[in-house]
């Protein structure tokens, strides 16, 4: 049971560049989100989904895309890399069963946008 | 007025020391709370859940205040190892689960000395 999984560790773009970061779970849970997390700052949430087929934006959506074509893997995609985007991204799986919930995080990915 | 604040600190105590966290949260129709750990560099870990007026784990002991919309974290007998960040974790949803969607504090730094 490898728990939530990210691809890559780490990861330097120039502007305008395309990537995709990759998040995989084996818990089968329904629920997926993405973090970003700025210096001095609490996490903040990007996208997240509730299921295959069904994502939604969080607080800081903009230049990021996801889908979720299995319950296993979220994908994030930024479109065309800015500075602004250096950050360290966490990927999530959320365990919920009546009043117990747990989010387990990926171990995340530190991205420098020169 | 941020969803989710906390002191930053940084709080400096010698092994042994008892200390104490709040967090304040703005939206009165949150379900449920949460504390995180996160060490340096590393991803966040559930440290307690918070139920009803609160919970004890061990050392820990966590409390909620609705009315006044705040959350408590008590670490008793400090160790060298509870050295972290320490996040302050909101489910702002309507529902009993968060679909994973989460609002997180900025976190409270804690180091615990010899």
């Known amino acids: 049971n490898a728990g939530v999984t990210q691809t890559p560790k780490f990861q330097v773009l120039k502007t305008g560049q395309s990537m995709t970061l990759q998040c995989a779970q084996d818990?089968?849970?329904?629920?997926m989100s993405w973090y970003r997390q700025d210096p001095g700052m609490g996490l903040r949430l990007i996208h997240y989904?509730?299921?295959?087929?069904?994502?939604d934006q969080g607080e800081v959506p903009n230049g990021y895309n996801v889908s979720r074509s299995t319950t296993e893997d979220f994908p994030l995609r930024l479109l065309s890399a800015a500075p602004s985007q250096t950050s360290v991204y966490f990927c999530?799986?959320?365990?919920?069963?009546?009043?117990?919930?747990?989010?387990?995080f990926g171990p995340g990915t530190r991205l420098l946008v020169l | 007025r941020k969803e989710v604040e906390q002191d930053p600190g940084p709080f400096n105590v010698p092994e042994g020391a008892t200390v104490a966290f709040n967090c304040t949260y703005s939206?009165?129709?949150?379900?449920?709370f949460f504390w995180y750990r996160q060490d340096c560099r590393k991803e966040p870990k559930l440290l307690m859940s918070?139920?009803?007026s609160g919970n004890e784990d061990g050392r820990f002991t966590a409390q909620l205040n609705r009315a006044s919309q705040y959350i408590s974290l008590l670490i008793r007998d400090s160790k060298l190892s509870d050295s972290a960040t320490y996040l302050c974790?909101?489910?702002?949803?309507?529902?009993?689960?968060?679909?994973?969607?989460?609002?997180f504090g900025q976190g409270t730094i804690l180091t615990v000395h010899p």
């Open positions: 999530a799986s959320t365990y919920s069963g009546g009043a117990q919930e747990t989010q387990y």
């Open positions: 818990m089968n849970h329904e629920y």
């Open positions: 989904s509730v299921g295959a087929g069904i994502t």
């Open positions: 939206n009165s129709a949150s379900q449920s």
């Open positions: 918070v139920y009803s």
């Open positions: 974790v909101v489910n702002p949803g309507w529902g009993g689960t968060s679909y994973g969607k989460l609002t």
